[in-house]
């Protein structure tokens, strides 16, 4: 973000000239680039990528007495965002290979209650979104994209946040693009879910009359986080390739040691490069005491062994529980290069060596 710092300083500056605050020119902007971008007709900014979750579903029709079902290796942002729009959940496995969603641990779930599958496009790997559509609409079910950590990765060309019924999307600093605090927007191809979710993020109101045809709170994007992520949006591309360069040095230098690797994909954007590795925890204190290698962990416990979702109907995850315990996501923020990278790789190879036995 630092790099950037000059196109943000203006872009602050502009919105703080323009007085708005609050929605206006700058939303509105936003939305559209960000959908162009996209290529879908709608973006409607809200406050978070939990409150898009959360407003895809109310302007979806879908709620109470609805069961949604999606992956348990995530973000809570996901499950948190789907149980406040007042729907249960069904934790379906993944696969052990794109630690997405498995289609067939999907159908499988599907219970005469079933409303939706959430799709989550987890490390900004593009996951199974035609397999789950296929089985979506099948079942007659509503197909809801989580792209929080997937702004611009594509499916044979197509941008994922475009192949469901709605999409979520967060802003958050640390996504592929991120503002300078909370964000987030529906994306849809919908007018109608596109205008609900509009008033869903201001008071239930749906026209200038300022009249709350329902309950609804306020979850709307900061104008200033749109103005800035409308100076930011330019450099996606660029920070994205930086991303990809980095998994692909990862990917052909770690191929032959004793780890799990992600899927080489096209059209991932790799919002993490997180590999499975049974001695996890030992691999990095070992990186952060030899190396000084600050790594991270995305996500243990899983979503279904957290005190908050415990109560949740699932079958068993072994494969989620086995991921859970042992990815570890490795330094990939886009600025990472040249002997810095060489560096790290060269400190990961031999901290597997270190801590394999
Ligand atoms: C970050 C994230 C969220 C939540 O977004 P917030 O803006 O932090 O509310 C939801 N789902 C996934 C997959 C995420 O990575």
């Not at 979506?136 to 079910?141: K, P």
């Not at 611009?152 to 979520?168: L, P, W, Y």
């Not at 096209?266 to 490069?273: D, I, P, R, S, W």
Request: charged content about 20%.
């Amino acid at each position: 973000m630092k790099r950037f710092r000059a196109a943000i300083d203006v872009a602050i500056g502009g919105e703080i000239a323009a007085g708005t605050y609050v929605l206006g020119p700058a939303v509105e902007k936003f939305e559209t680039e960000f959908a162009a971008y996209l290529g879908a007709r709608y973006a409607v900014g809200v406050g978070s990528g939990t409150d898009a979750v959360t407003i895809a579903f109310r302007a979806l029709g879908i709620g109470r007495g609805d069961e949604v079902i999606t992956t348990s290796l995530t973000a809570a942002g996901t499950a948190q965002g789907i149980l406040a729009s007042g729907a249960t959940l069904r934790f379906a496995e993944v696969d052990k290979a794109t630690r997405c969603l498995d289609p067939r641990a999907v159908e499988a779930a599907v219970t005469p209650r079933t409303a939706a599958v959430v799709a989550v496009h987890l490390f900004g790997q593009p996951c199974d979104v035609v397999a789950l559509g296929a089985i979506a609409d099948r079942y007659g079910l509503v197909l809801i994209e989580d792209a929080a950590q997937a702004h611009g990765a594509t499916i044979d060309g197509r941008r994922v946040g475009t192949f469901g019924h709605a999409a979520a999307f967060s802003f958050y600093p640390t996504k592929p693009l991120g503002a300078i605090g909370d964000g987030g927007a529906v994306v849809t191809n919908d007018p109608a879910v596109a205008g609900r979710a509009r008033a869903l993020r201001t008071y239930g109101w749906d026209g200038p009359e300022r009249i709350s045809r329902f309950i609804a709170g306020n979850s709307r994007l900061d104008s200033l986080q749109a103005a800035i992520l409308s100076a930011l949006l330019p450099t996606l591309e660029t920070t994205n390739r930086e991303r990809v360069m980095t998994a692909a040095a990862y990917l052909s230098s770690f191929s032959g040691l004793d780890v799990d690797l992600p899927m080489q994909k096209a059209g991932a954007v790799y919002h993490q490069f997180a590999i499975a590795f049974s001695h996890r925890d030992r691999l990095r204190q070992w990186l952060m005491d030899r190396a000084g290698i600050a790594t991270a962990v995305h996500y243990h416990p899983a979503l279904h062994q957290q005190p908050a979702f415990a109560e949740l109907n699932h079958e068993p995850l072994p494969n989620t529980e086995a991921l859970a315990s042992r990815l570890i996501s490795l330094p990939i923020e886009p600025e990472l290069a040249g002997p810095n990278l060489a560096r790290i790789i060269e400190a990961v190879s031999s901290g597997i060596a270190a801590c394999g036995k």
